[in-house]
Structure formats: structure tokens, C-alpha cells
């Protein structure tokens, strides 16, 4: 910094757009970046573009909770995020990027018999799966968590379910580590270019309308995350896709004091520390659809109200900032990584509160998907269809929700 930037070299050049890209990804978030890396990395496809209306990172990939976790209990997503885990446990070798990913470990809380015996059960679809899952008793969550508020709290805990491998990792420094890695491999990658217009002749895409001009392309992936219901829209498509706020809170940067993520799903509430030393938290949505990434005060008050009977040593944080990103909600919380009724126009969303685990597993199965034109085994049932046919819907977005 004490060099005011001189000499520091790009981490990626900026290209302008070329007349036509054998693949064009709309969207420079997390997803759409790994994708763009895995296609010329794993694919060898190195025609490709990636359009960023704004800047890479900017969007949810830069504004999430960072947290990082395989702990899902339905077939479908268990198989998917342990797949994305296990690729997460080897990103910075891959990327040759230091992504800060902390394995510290995630605790659920539970709050009632029912809640443990549901723990019980994802718990051992966890482990079947080959994952990690420890059931913790109430006098373990004291001895792990001696911060908490067992006495007096609105919500007794019960205990925990414990994933070891869970953890975080630095949001925006994974876009920057994918953005590099696909630009290593001849990838463009074009911010400040927004797609206004999705090119069909006789039922297969052309290419795009941009602000920038408009660029030809064989095939596109649609990877905007809480925009996906109005790119979509572009093609003549109406996704079963809803947009929310999601908001989430930093503190001013204290000594050690959390050593994992604590999620609080009682009462809306999940807290993990920073590196930096800033307490990171959050609850749940806005629930009102909007595409602003600015939330409201009544979350605030609901999400403060239940860390304070969680966590009262909360109350003596000076909380440093707050913001929001849009959620891209699908109906039963789990995501889409499909071909669409469109030839060459491909569809990733649906990622609701999730998605930053999701990263290096999304962009690897859809990057499988798009160059080979079947699914990837780990995302074989992230189906378009089931919204319409009612068949493979993986209802599971409790587990999504408040343990992000
Ligand atoms: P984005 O980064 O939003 O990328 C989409 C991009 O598309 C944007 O950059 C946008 O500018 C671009 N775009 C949109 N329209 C166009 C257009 N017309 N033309 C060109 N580009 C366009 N997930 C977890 O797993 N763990 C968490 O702890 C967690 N916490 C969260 C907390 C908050 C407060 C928020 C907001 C999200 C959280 N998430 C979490 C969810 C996660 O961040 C998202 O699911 C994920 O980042 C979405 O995918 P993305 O990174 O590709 O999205």
C-alpha cells in the first residue's frame, strides 16, 4: 500500500470483447468464474468470455458470510456438496491463490428432542455420504462454546450437530483466485458489460446484446445469481426463481473470542469471527421480493435481538458495518444446473442463501455440463423440470437457511 499502487502488476488483463466466443458466461460472481476456469482447465475450452455487468466479485461472492460446508442430509445436495467440499479442500493448490479457507469447524444448535433427533438423522446422512458429523451433547456445546448463554436464554440448548471440515474462507479473494486462473488460460474476462438481450434463431442462441456491443457465441451459460429471473427473462423464460435480501453484519475486529461457526437456527442467527478479528453474523431474509442489495431495520432489530439472547456479550460490540446482496430463492431451496428448452443456452441458479460453498462445486458441474452436454454425476439432479413436474424436489431449505 506505502507505494500508492505503482508497479503492481494486473491479476488479469482487460480485454475488449471479441465479435464471438464459442462460450459466453453472463455473470463474473463466484459461480460464474469458477465455470469459466474449470471449462478451460478441466475442458480445454479457452474461447470464452465472461460478462460482468459491474466489476468481478461485486456481487454475492464479495458479500456473503463466507461460510463453507457439506453438511446437507438429502440425496442430491449431500453428494453435491461433498463433492464442492472436497474441491474446496484443494483450491489453493489448484489456484495456486491463497483463498484463507479455515477449516474451524461448523455447530449447529438444536433446541428440543425433535431438533436432536433431526440432527441424529442428517448427521448420519453425512457420514454415509463420507463426511464428518459429531452429535454434541449440551455439556460438550459448554465446554466448546463457553460464550453462549445456557441459563437464562430464550431457546435452552440441547447441543450440537458438530462438522469438523466446515469452516470459512476469504469471499471475494476465491473470485479473485478463479478470475485469475481462467485468465491464465485464455479466458476474457469483460466487467463493465451488461447483457440487455439474449440472440435465438429457430430455437437455438446466437449470441448476445451487451452494452458493449453485441458478441456471437455457440453457447451461453446464464450465472447471475439474484438477476437470474430477469436474464432469463431475456431468452422468454420464467423461472420458478423468487429475489431477496439477505443481510449480514460485521463488528469492529476483536481479539479470538469464536472459534467456529455457530449457527442458531431457533432464532435466526449465525455468527463465525473473522480473520481479521471482525464478528461476522447474520439471520434471515428480507421478505419482501426485491432486487435492491440494501436491506431493512426490522431485520436488523430481529437478527441483533437474537444474538443478544444467544450471545450477550454481544451487546458490548460496536458493530462496524452492515449490507446486503440479492438471493436467488428456488422453491425448495435447492439450486439448478441444467440445459433449458433453448439448444445452447444453459441455466445456474437457484442458489438461495447457499451458494458461496457452492462455488468451486457449481462452477466444476456446470463447466462439465456446458462442454459435454450431460450432467455431472455430483449435480445429476439439479433438474429445471422438477419445478414443473413436481418429480425430484429436494426440499431441504432449512438446512440452507439459517445455517447458511
Ligand atoms: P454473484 O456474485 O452475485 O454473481 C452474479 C453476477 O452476475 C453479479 O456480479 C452481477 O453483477 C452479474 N450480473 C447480473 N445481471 C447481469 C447482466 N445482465 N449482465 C452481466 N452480468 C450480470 N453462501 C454460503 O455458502 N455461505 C454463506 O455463509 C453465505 N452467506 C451469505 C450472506 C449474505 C449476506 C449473502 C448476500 C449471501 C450469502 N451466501 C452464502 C450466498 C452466496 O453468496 C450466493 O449464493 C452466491 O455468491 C451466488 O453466486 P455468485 O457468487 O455467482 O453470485
Given amino acids: 500500500g506505502l507505494t500508492g499502487n505503482r508497479r503492481w502488476e494486473r491479476a488479469w488483463r482487460k480485454p475488449d470483447p471479441k465479435p464471438s466466443y464459442d462460450i459466453i458466461i453472463i455473470g463474473g460472481g463466484g459461480h460464474g468464474l469458477a ?65 484463507m479457507h479455515s477449516q474451524r469447524g461448523v455447530i449447529n444448535l438444536f433446541h428440543s428432542d425433535g431438533q436432536r433427533d433431526a440432527a441424529a438423522r442428517r448427521g448420519n446422512a453425512m457420514i454415509n455420504q463420507g463426511d464428518d458429523a459429531i452429535l454434541l451433547d449440551r455439556g460438550d456445546c459448554r465446554q466448546m462454546l463457553p460464550y453462549l448463554d445456557f441459563d437464562q436464554t430464550r431457546f435452552p440448548i440441547y447441543g450440537g450437530l458438530y462438522h469438523p471440515r466446515g469452516g470459512t474462507a476469504r469471499h471475494d479473494a476465491v473470485a479473485w483466485g478463479f478470475a485469475r ?17 439474449i440472440d435465438i434463431q429457430n430455437g437455438h442462441v446466437t449470441g448476445v446484446q451487451t452494452t458493449r456491443g453485441a458478441i456471437r457465441a455457440k453457447k451461453i451459460g446464464i450465472v447471475v445469481a439474484g438477476n437470474s429471473s430477469r436474464v432469463a427473462a431475456m431468452a422468454g423464460m420464467r423461472l420458478p426463481i423468487e429475489s431477496h435480501v439477505l443481510q449480514a453484519f460485521v463488528t ?25 478479528g471482525g464478528l461476522v453474523f447474520g439471520g434471515d431474509l428480507d421478505f419482501y421480493p426485491s432486487y435492491a442489495s440494501r436491506g431493512n431495520l426490522p431485520m436488523v432489530e430481529h437478527v441483533m435481538e437474537a444474538g443478544m439472547t444467544l450471545m450477550p456479550m454481544l451487546g458490548k460490540a460496536r458493530l462496524l458495518r452492515s449490507w446486503g446482496g440479492i438471493m ?6 435447492s439450486p439448478i444446473i441444467d440445459r433449458t428448452g433453448i439448444r445452447g443456452l444453459y441455466l445456474n441458479c437457484g442458489w438461495c442463501y447457499g451458494g458461496f460453498k457452492a462455488v468451486p462445486g457449481s462452477g466444476n458441474c456446470f ?12 449435480a445429476a439432479r439439479y433438474k429445471l423440470s422438477r419445478f414443473e413436474t413436481g418429480f425430484g424436489l429436494m426440499d431441504e431449505e432449512g438446512t440452507g437457511a439459517q445455517h447458511n
Fill in 181 to 197: 486462473g481462467a485468465d491464465q488460460r485464455g479466458v476474457d474476462l469483460i466487467d463493465n458489460c451488461e447483457v440487455t438481450g
Fill in 367 to 378: 463447466a462439465h455440463l456446458m462442454a459435454t452436454d450431460r450432467p455431472h454425476d455430483a
Fill in 252 to 276: 469492529e475486529g476483536l481479539k479470538p473470542v469464536i472459534d467456529h461457526v455457530v449457527t442458531y437456527g431457533m432464532g435466526h442467527f449465525y455468527i463465525s469471527q473473522s480473520d481479521k
Fill in 35 to 99: 465455470t469459466a476456469y474449470y471449462l478451460a482447465a478441466v475442458h480445454g475450452q479457452s474461447n470464452v468470455a465472461v460478462l460482468e455487468r459491474g466489476y468481478f466479485g461485486g456481487g454475492n461472492v464479495g458479500r456473503n458470510t463466507t461460510i463453507v460446508r457439506a453438511n446437507y442430509g438429502l440425496p442430491g445436495n449431500s453428494e453435491f456438496y461433498s463433492h464442492s467440499l472436497k474441491l474446496w479442500e484443494g483450491l489453493e493448490q489448484e489456484l495456486n491463490f491463497n483463498v
Fill in 328 to 333: 436467488d430463492m428456488s422453491p425448495d431451496g
